[in-house]
T-cell receptor, first 112, second 110 residues
Framework: EAQVTQNPRYLITVTGKKLTVTCSQNMNHEYMSWYRQDPGLGLRQIYYSMNVEVTDKGDVPEGYKVSRKEKRNFPLILESPSPNQTSLYFC???????????FGPGTRLLVL | SQQGEEDPQALSIQEGENATMNCSYK?????LQWYRQNSGRGLVHLILIRSNEREKHSGRLRVTLDTSKKSSSLLITASRAADTASYFC??????????FGEGTQLTVNP
């Protein structure tokens, strides 16, 4: 089944404790992206990647890192999480940048 | 600032009625996409319309695009209770970034 998976789905952590949210797609898509969704603000793009070893900042990249060492994986790294990073995070992939995106199920993060 | 802004923020209709949602944006685009999201879940792609297209249909969905007014509309005909969800427009410019609006919450009452 073609899908985008994220892990974990739910995470509670404390300020400053490094964490990684994994994202994997099995559709051989070149384009992958991370978003955060907050009430009243819609979805905002954090980082995106057009292919292996090619990443670029979205609208709200501060406090986040990403890597794209393999085509199928695009982990989101929070080196030192802060409470303002409490949010619902979505990973998405697409065959290329001009196409529709397939979204993962979301990761709900709470930073205390 | 948000590139795409949906209007209205919330819409409540009866089953069988049509629902129309609008999206306005600010800069030139390559394409505009509409997505649906059920509460707390991932987004599902509905329709993509390119900047050189004016109208697209998919089942009960009809999307229009007016590049001179920088606006798009999503029409859902003969709505069903299962159409209850949030609907988002997203614009893609010549780069690779996709910018979402804040969404329209549609409630279809049985």
């Amino acid at each position: 089944e073609a899908q985008v998976t994220q892990n974990p789905r739910y995470l509670i952590t404390v300020t400053g404790k490094k964490l990684t949210v994994t994202c994997s797609q099995n559709m051989n898509h070149e384009y992958m992206s991370w978003y955060r969704q907050d009430p009243g603000l819609g979805l905002r793009q954090i980082y995106y990647s057009m292919n292996v070893e090619v990443t670029d900042k979205g609208d709200v990249p501060e406090g986040y890192k990403v890597s794209r060492k393999e085509k199928r994986n695009f982990p989101l790294i929070l080196e030192s999480p802060s409470p303002n990073q409490t949010s619902l995070y979505f990973c998405a992939s697409s065959p290329d940048r001009g196409r529709d995106q397939y979204f993962g199920p979301g990761t709900r993060l709470l930073v205390l | 600032s948000q590139q795409g802004e949906e209007d209205p923020q919330a819409l409540s209709i009866q089953e069988g009625e049509n629902a129309t949602m609008n999206c306005s944006y600010k800069t030139s685009i390559n394409n505009l996409q509409w997505y649906r999201q059920n509460s707390g879940r991932g987004l599902v792609h509905l329709i993509l319309i390119r900047s050189n297209e004016r109208e697209k249909h998919s089942g009960r969905l009809r999307v229009t695009l007016d590049t001179s007014k920088k606006s798009s509309s999503l029409l859902i005909t003969a709505s069903r209770a299962a159409d209850t969800a949030s609907y988002f427009c997203a614009t893609q410019t010549s780069g690779s970034r996709l910018t979402f609006g804040e969404g329209t919450q549609l409630t279809v009452n049985p």
